[in-house]
């Protein structure tokens, strides 16, 4: 199997579907097919829809989010067009009603091998990193202990993709500190030597930490020589797009026109906080800044709650009626693994891999991005067929 080959997951219940799958796609050249249980990365994923539509639509969301080769071919015996077009919204790529023909797969695997290399010569040419800002509501919420671990999370699914965390915090240094790394530079020589800027300085200037990510540092002191000014930020973050897959950016708590360009600039924000008055009223409070603004739009504004306990004094819905939003992810209590992390300078992966804690942040990463993922141009094939044309 080259590096290169593709993964095929069969999440079909239907034996003689499941069989036909397997036999077509198991002996085209490059493709595997794994056991239904297997994890790690998938490229590929056929899923039996029709049975429970919520629980499947999230699977293709958490599917399609993991990255930009991921696709989703769809079967079921009761195609329903409702569904179908919902399903091709989301990204699925083809569909195949059941009894299915052997000669349908093999052309849709035809089809699969084109995109794959017209996607991989587009990407090339254009690669556009996106950026996710960490943003607390409040001071100790837990926004670098997601900043930091949604990175990590990030270069985790999928070491092909690159990882920038920059941490623009105009006060204190913390991300050495969680990643126990001490880095020779900052952003802040950047700020000084702006026409100097290449990707060739900005490397040098940042920090490869062991998980692969790369890491941009702050200068962490106010010193009028290191000022950053949207200017600063624009063209650094327009540089980081092209280096990077994804750059997660900790804007800092001051919301001032360097923080507001991150924000603009941004593809999700991340805006943490935790289930107490003060916290979802700041919540409220830059819901409407941002509303002011005009950016970032609500819909890439996604609400964490961290430090989650189900029996909070606070519910969680009386903290979606307070900020007339719902929230998009809880990452759980979990005061001792989080601080041993920090204190130890390590990811809560390396800590513990399979605490609740973890593996929130790990599966926040990996849909974050369902909104996200570039549609391509032209429509599935399997809605040609729903409407009647080849
Ligand atoms: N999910 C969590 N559950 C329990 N405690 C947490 C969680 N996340 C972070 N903490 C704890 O909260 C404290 C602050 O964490 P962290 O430094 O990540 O927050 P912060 O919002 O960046 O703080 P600051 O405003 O000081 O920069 C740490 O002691 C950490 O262990
Ligand atoms: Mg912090």
């Given at each position: 199997?080259?590096?290169?080959?593709?993964?095929?997951?069969?999440?079909?219940?239907?034996?003689?579907?499941?069989?036909?799958?397997?036999?077509?796609?198991?002996?085209?050249?490059?493709?595997?097919?794994?056991?239904?249980?297997?994890y790690g990365a998938v490229q590929l994923l056929v899923l039996e829809v029709g049975e429970d539509l919520e629980r499947e639509f999230r699977r293709i969301e958490?599917?399609?989010?993991?990255?930009?080769?991921?696709?989703?071919?769809?079967?079921?015996?009761?195609?329903?067009?409702?569904?179908?077009?919902?399903?091709?919204?989301?990204?699925?790529?083809?569909?195949?009603?059941?009894?299915?023909?052997?000669?349908?797969?093999?052309?849709?695997?035809?089809?699969?091998?084109?995109?794959?290399?017209?996607?991989?010569?587009?990407?090339?040419?254009?690669?556009?990193?996106?950026?996710?800002?960490?943003?607390?509501?409040?001071?100790?919420?837990?926004?670098?202990?997601?900043?930091?671990?949604?990175?990590?999370?990030?270069?985790?699914?999928?070491?092909?993709?690159?990882?920038?965390?920059?941490?623009?915090?105009?006060?204190?240094?913390?991300?050495?500190?969680?990643?126990?790394?001490?880095?020779?530079?900052?952003?802040?020589?950047?700020?000084?030597?702006?026409?100097?800027?290449?990707?060739?300085?900005?490397?040098?200037?940042?920090?490869?930490?062991?998980?692969?990510?790369?890491?941009?540092?702050?200068?962490?002191?106010?010193?009028?020589?290191?000022?950053?000014?949207?200017?600063?930020?624009?063209?650094?973050?327009?540089?980081?797009?092209?280096?990077?897959?994804?750059?997660?950016?900790?804007?800092?708590?001051?919301?001032?026109?360097?923080?507001?360009?991150?924000?603009?600039?941004?593809?999700?924000?991340?805006?943490?906080?935790?289930?107490?008055?003060?916290s979802l009223a700041n919540v409220n409070r830059l819901l409407k800044v941002f509303f002011e603004l005009g950016y970032p739009p609500e819909n890439q504004v996604?609400?964490?709650?961290?430090?989650?306990?189900?029996?909070?004094?606070?519910?969680?819905?009386d903290a979606e009626r307070s900020i007339n939003k719902k929230v998009f992810w809880k990452i759980p209590n979990d005061y001792r693994t989080t601080l041993s992390?920090?204190?130890?300078?390590?990811?809560?992966?390396?800590?513990?891999?399979?605490?609740?804690?973890?593996?929130?942040?790990?599966?926040?990463?990996?849909?974050?991005?369902?909104?996200?993922?570039?549609?391509?141009?032209?429509?599935?094939?399997?809605?040609?067929?729903?409407?009647?044309?080849?």
């Open positions: 199997m080259s590096p290169d080959g593709v993964k095929v997951q069969l999440d079909v219940r239907d034996w003689e579907t499941r069989e036909a799958f397997r036999r077509v796609i198991g002996s085209a050249a490059g493709f595997q097919v794994l056991d239904p249980d297997d958490a599917h399609l989010a993991l990255g930009e080769d991921q696709e989703v071919f769809l079967t079921s015996a009761r195609p329903d067009p409702e569904m179908l077009v919902q399903a091709l919204r989301m990204g699925a790529r083809e569909f195949f009603s059941q009894p299915v023909k052997e000669k349908e797969i093999v052309d849709a695997i035809e089809r699969y091998k084109e995109r794959r290399i017209e996607s991989r010569l587009v990407r090339r040419q254009r690669r556009r990193g996106k950026i996710i800002s960490v943003l607390g509501a409040k001071g100790g919420v837990g926004t670098t202990t997601l900043a930091v671990n949604l990175a990590a999370s990030l270069v985790e699914l999928d070491k092909e993709k690159s990882v920038a965390l920059f941490e623009m915090n105009r006060v204190y240094v913390e991300v050495p500190l969680f990643l126990d790394i001490s880095p020779n530079h900052h952003w802040g020589e950047i700020a000084r030597n702006l026409s100097r800027l290449d990707p060739t300085l900005l490397m040098s200037l940042m920090h490869k930490h062991t998980t692969g990510m790369h890491v941009l540092s702050s200068p962490g002191n106010l010193d009028e020589q290191y000022a950053a000014t949207p200017e600063v930020m624009e063209k650094l973050l327009d540089l980081m797009k092209t280096l990077f897959n994804y750059i997660v950016v900790e804007p800092g708590s001051v919301m001032d026109d360097v923080s507001a360009k991150i924000l603009q600039m941004s593809d999700v924000v991340v805006l943490v906080c935790i289930l107490s008055l003060p996604k609400v964490v709650v961290s430090r989650f306990m189900s029996k909070s004094e606070i519910s969680l819905a992390a920090i204190n130890q300078g390590k990811t809560l992966a390396e800590i513990s891999k399979k605490a609740p804690v973890t593996r929130e942040i790990r599966r926040l990463a990996s849909v974050l991005f369902e909104a996200q993922q570039e549609k391509e141009e032209s429509s599935p094939h399997f809605l040609w067929k729903l409407l009647g044309r080849k």
